[in-house]
């Protein structure tokens, strides 16, 4: 669990976390303003690290996988504690990954018809499907968004891709799905319903911007390096 400021949302999170599959939660924060880890304390999450300064959403992620794959875990999944996401999904996403049917399973908040009724400002619905158009033709690939925060990764793929590389910012998802699809991993989606509110987190219109020509660049940097390899 990826966290910054999430103590309204973090609870809730938490609370639906289907316990009797998962063996253990970790959650970094970075450098909260609010009492999100007094709060994970009192919920009883024993796996807790603070950076000491904000490093950024990617940098959180990389501290996140780091400790995962140092408790040998076998499947990753990344749950945003901002409640954007319903951890009631979490079975069903690692039952595809331990039957063998992906290597990594993205929780997908377009396959379904629910992305604006759930809260998604139409300008980012827009650009999230404008974006993936391009990633999808550049890549080769049939995503229905390359956007989504609910993920869950096989421990091997994680080994694989050089994550410590990669963007301390916003950035990182992206470029860890185009690093996985470069190294050969097929990427599963199943929808995802979504639940925007004023507590989820959420970048700025400035940053969405860098993001997306961060996106194009990345597509580009990847599709180039496809046929290099070829």
């Given at each position: 669990m990826p966290a910054y400021n999430a103590a309204e949302t973090?609870?809730?999170s938490y609370e639906e976390i289907p316990f009797d599959i998962v063996d253990d939660v970790i959650l970094v924060d970075d450098k909260s303003e609010d009492s999100t880890v007094e709060l994970a304390k009192s919920l009883g999450i024993s796996k807790i690290f603070i950076h000491e300064k904000n490093l950024g959403y990617g940098a959180n992620q990389k501290t996140c996988y780091k400790n995962?794959?140092?408790?040998n875990a076998d499947i990753v999944i990344m749950l945003h504690p901002d409640y954007?996401?319903?951890?009631?999904?979490?079975?069903?996403?690692a039952f595809m990954i331990v039957n063998g049917i992906y290597p990594v399973v993205l929780g997908s908040r377009i396959l379904g018809k629910g992305a604006i009724k759930g809260g998604m400002p139409v300008y980012k619905y827009i650009a999230n499907r404008i974006l993936t158009l391009f990633q999808n033709i550049l890549l080769r690939q049939k995503l229905?968004?390359?956007?989504?925060?609910?993920?869950a990764y096989k421990s091997d793929v994680l080994k694989?891709?050089?994550?410590?590389s990669m963007s301390d910012d916003f950035i990182f998802d992206n470029q860890v799905i185009a690093?996985?699809?470069?190294?050969?991993?097929?990427?599963?989606?199943?929808?995802?319903p979504t639940h925007y509110s004023s507590k989820s987190s959420s970048i700025n219109f400035r940053r969405s911007l860098a993001y997306g020509v961060g996106v194009v660049l990345t597509s580009i940097r990847y599709a180039l390096k496809k046929n290099l390899t070829k």
């Open positions: 973090l609870k809730k995962a794959l140092d408790l954007q996401y319903t951890p009631k999904l979490i079975h069903s996403m229905s968004e390359y956007h989504t925060g609910f993920r694989k891709i050089d994550f410590q690093e996985i699809f470069h190294q050969g991993f097929e990427i599963g989606e199943m929808t995802c």
